[in-house]
């Protein structure tokens, strides 16, 4: 039999097809990144009240011990009465979903929505990732539903997903590798392109509104790595490949302290106490180990050699115990953005330690290995890692790297639980 009648040709969509999804592509990426600004724009807002306008005002120091204590456990209280008194209790409980899930109820969004900002406003160890990819899905799948019932509705969730990262991450390229990994073993219509062309193209209108709008950048301005050698590359697989194991740890510990919390029964009780461990970690680890991390990221990254090993090593302990502590008692929100700060910080104690490991090598490997622990999303972490050093050099470093850390994170316990509190693997 001949090749040519072994491979049958590749099936593609027609043009028609797939340009009647152009207009709905456009508008989702809009909406979702607006979304998204809107809620960021207004924890912002309420971030520089409740640690600025108000310490000042009472003659305190924003970031004293006494009020990071103290604004952590009111922020408890705050988040624990709407998801006690919100309709649906401001969605499910967070540690029981990933990344991106299936539709919520319309009228879960506004408690879910205000529990983030209050959350992203009040100093916890988590990011907006989670709950803002939550209600965009939910929106986009309701609105969308309504306004176009023709279109198959298992397409507004892949449209808002996509739509979301890249308005989080300013770029398409994330939510084109999400969604690749996504379609990984399904049977598709077409070609790969054809499954990506709506989903790639909201999330480049995401990133464009997000960028002509915020003007964000993940690039934390390191020193670019010119050539790597032999020490980069010892250097990136051993720094990720402990990163990785000391993600596991948080990932074991998640079912334990997701219990311990459970057991006060009461998000009235959950989560002041969970705000005021996160208030005493935050006073022994510094303001920089508060919030969701990538201001603070770019803060250590100004001046990587600002600080001992021991502090590195202090304020990398305390973040992840921090991240751990918010995903387990019921604060809304994602852990990819934390876990940035941690691998960063981690990144920087390897360079503290070992003058030799060069800064960027350090923070992307570390960065890389954390994400892969904590997301098990391979992608995500992979362009996570290369994004913030902005160093092409890396890339293959970090390829490289990521496979003895990946050896070390598949088939283990992923940082989510089911219903039962038992891990997701």
Partial sequence: MSTDAQAAPQETTPARTLLPLVVPALVVGVACSLLYLGVSELAEKLQHV????????????????????????????????????????????????????????????????VATALMLAGGPSLGPENPIIAANIALVFWLGAKALPAVPPALWVPLAEAATLGALFGTPVAAALVISEALAGRKIRGSLWDSLFAPLTAAATGAMTTT?????????????????????????????????????????????????????????????????????????????????????????????????????????????????????????????????????????????????????????????????????QGWISLFTAAVLVASPAVITLLCIASLPAWILVTGRPQMQLRDDGTSVR
Avoid at 58 to 80: D, E, K, R
Avoid at 83 to 91: D, E, L, S, T
């Fill in 212 to 376: 002509l709008v915020a003007h964000p950048t993940f690039d934390l301005g390191l020193p670019t790595l010119p050539r790597p050698g032999w020490g980069d590359l010892v250097a990136s697989l051993v720094i990720a490949s402990t990163a990785a194991v000391l993600g596991m740890a948080a990932v074991y510990a998640f079912p334990h302290t997701h219990a311990a919390f459970g057991r006060l029964k009461h998000p009235m009780l959950m989560l002041p106490a969970g705000g005021l461990v996160l208030g005493l970690l935050g006073a022994l680890g510094g303001h920089l180990t508060l919030f969701k991390g990538l201001d603070e990221v770019a803060e250590l990254a100004r001046n990587p050699d600002g600080w001992s090993a021991g502090e590195f090593a202090l304020m990398t302990v305390v973040k992840l115990a921090a991240l751990l502590i918010a995903a387990s008692c019921g604060f809304r929100g994602g852990r990819i953005f934390p876990a940035v700060f941690v691998g960063s910080a981690f990144g920087l104690l390897a360079h503290a330690l070992v003058p030799g490991v060069h800064p960027a090598v350090g923070v992307s490997a570390g960065v890389l290995g954390i994400l892969l622990a904590i997301t098990r």
């Fill in 50 to 113: 409740l640690w600025n306008d108000l310490p000042d005002a009472l003659g305190i120091g924003g970031y004293s011990s006494l009020w990071m204590i103290v604004m952590l456990t009111v922020t408890g209280i705050l988040v624990g009465l709407v998801v006690w008194k919100a309709p649906g209790h401001a969605g499910p409980d967070p540690a029981t979903i990933g990344l991106a899930s299936a539709p919520l109820p319309p009228f879960l969004l506004p408690g879910l929505l």
